[in-house]
């Protein structure tokens, strides 16, 4: 069995005691490391001041090698917060308004993708399978090449690809699609995403859609295809069968004293809707006054990528809107919106979204958003909850029995949340079986496993 290569910005090292962070995309790929034998190379999230790092950090657990290297202050400026996060992923989330184009940034994400490959190029063995992940790193197969590797490299987006009309709009795009003609295989979340990778191809005139997934552009023959990600559906429906033994869990049931439950769980993006849902909260509870002290709106978002100065001014934004809304709906004896900071664990997690009548996720564009899953995953199966769910999030494509929303839509999504509070059972139950049927057989180790087959197995026109 060929080893396999992991290669993402972050890597879940083992704490001291061997304790690797929990997490359905980690234990999934630590879970296929430790079967075949191999390495999980990326940046240690640290810097190294101005000097470059002179080699990896390595560190042994079971079969697999954690490889990291820091970076530079001038790097995580121009790669990580510069063009990773102040141009693709605001682009590929539909955000022209928010992408900064500097030359300077451009390079240094590339450049870093340069190191990254020279870095890694020592440790790879003739037959190891790469396999790399996100946005971050799309030139790097490009740049591996360069070194003369010859293995099979595949390539995972967490995060939407946008339609040709976006994409060209970003100044580096031909650099990028190039970038990912040099894998042997590009994964999407959703069909969407690949049908507006192939719609690019065809716009642009730089490839050909040659039919069974198979590609060609720049000369090179790849797959791409759709492989959505998933989570640990049982394990997690467990976890949060036990969770509400949870002290903070008791605590959050007490202190609902009976009334509904709404939850919404997001990292603080602009690309997750929150202020959009924060108003049609709102808008449900003046449409229906019935409602006011009777549901208690949690709303979990720990802050994320706060030097980015677009993430900095929604912390303000976010935190005021809630204070305005509680201010306008709130009376002396209800609070209707609680809104934490702060992240919390996947035990408190997943008893909180048990507890929820409604799941509340309605990001205005997402690759995947497992929270979604994670939510229908964790509900009691006699009385299950509602996922209210955006149409923009690749969860959308599976989940067929989540109430679906236009977020932009304020009334609407105020509708649904009317709707899910007065469902009857009978149907809560339906719409949730269906879901979590489709999650037990569609989990994270299934997305892992049919990728790899795919990247493993070599098409007759692959190069
Ligand atoms: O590493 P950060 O900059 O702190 O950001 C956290 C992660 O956010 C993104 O998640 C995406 O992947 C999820 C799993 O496939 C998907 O459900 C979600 O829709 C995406 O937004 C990002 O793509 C990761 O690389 C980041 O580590
Ligand atoms: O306080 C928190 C908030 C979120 N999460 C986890 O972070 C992930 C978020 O993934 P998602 O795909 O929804 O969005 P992303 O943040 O990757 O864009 C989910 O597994 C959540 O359970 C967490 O562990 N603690």
């Known amino acids: 069995m060929a080893r396999l290569v992991v290669v993402s910005n972050r890597v879940p090292i083992p704490d001291k005691d061997g304790v690797a962070p929990a997490g359905g995309l980690a234990v999934a790929l630590q879970a296929a490391l430790q079967e075949r034998g191999g390495i999980w190379m990326g940046w240690s999230g640290k810097s190294s001041g101005s000097r470059e790092p002179e080699r990896l950090s390595l560190r042994q657990q079971g079969n697999i090698t954690y490889a990291v290297t820091d970076l530079t202050d001038t790097d995580v400026e121009e790669y990580y917060h510069g063009f990773a996060n102040r141009v693709l992923w605001p682009v590929c989330h539909y955000r022209l308004d928010l992408a900064e184009y500097g030359r300077k940034e451009m390079a240094g994400y590339f450049r870093v993708n340069r190191f990254f490959a020279q870095r890694l190029a020592p440790l790879i063995e003739p037959d190891d399978v790469i396999w790399v992940h996100d946005y971050h790193l799309i030139p790097l197969a490009a740049e591996l090449r360069r070194i003369g590797l010859k293995n099979r490299i595949g390539f995972f987006l967490h995060i939407p690809w946008p339609s040709a009309d976006v994409l060209v709009t970003m100044p580096v795009h031909e650099e990028i699609m190039r970038g990912l003609s040099h894998y042997d295989l590009l994964g999407f979340q959703t069909d969407h995403d690949l049908q507006n990778f192939a719609g690019y191809l065809a716009r642009e005139g730089i490839g050909n859609d040659l039919g069974d997934g198979l590609f060609d552009s720049h000369g090179r023959t790849f797959k791409a295809a759709a492989y959505p990600i998933g989570i640990e559906t049982a394990a997690f429906a467990e976890l949060a069968g036990k969770a509400s033994a949870n002290i903070m869990v008791r605590k959050a049931r007490q202190s609902v004293e009976g009334r509904d439950l709404i939850i919404g769980v997001d990292r603080l993006d602009y690309s997750k809707g ?94 995947m958003n497992l929270v979604a899953k994670e939510y229908v995953a964790a509900q009691d199966p006699d009385r299950p909850g509602v996922l209210v769910l955006s149409r923009f999030a690749g969860a959308a494509r599976e989940l067929k029995g989540a109430l679906l929303v236009n977020p932009y839509d304020v009334e609407g999504t105020a509708n649904a949340l009317a709707k899910a509070l007065t469902m009857s059972i009978e149907e809560r139950r339906e719409r949730w079986r269906g879901m979590m049927d489709h999650l037990l057989e569609h989990d994270v180790s299934r997305w892992c496993n049919d990728f790899l087959r795919d990247l493993i197995v070599k098409t007759p026109a692959a190069n």
């Open 274 to 367: 929150i202020t959009q849902r924060l108003d049609a909260f709102e808008r449900f509870i003046t449409n229906n006054p019935a409602y006011q002290n009777k549901v208690t709106y949690l709303q979990i978002t720990p802050k994320s990528r706060s030097e980015v100065p677009e993430y900095e001014q929604m912390q303000r934004m976010v935190a005021e809107q809630a204070g305005r809304v509680n201010g306008a709906i709130g009376t002396v004896d209800w609070v209707p919106i609680r809104y934490i900071n702060r992240s919390s664990s996947r035990n408190v997690l997943a008893g909180l979204y048990r507890l929820a009548t409604i799941g509340f996720v309605t990001p205005l564009r997402d690759g």
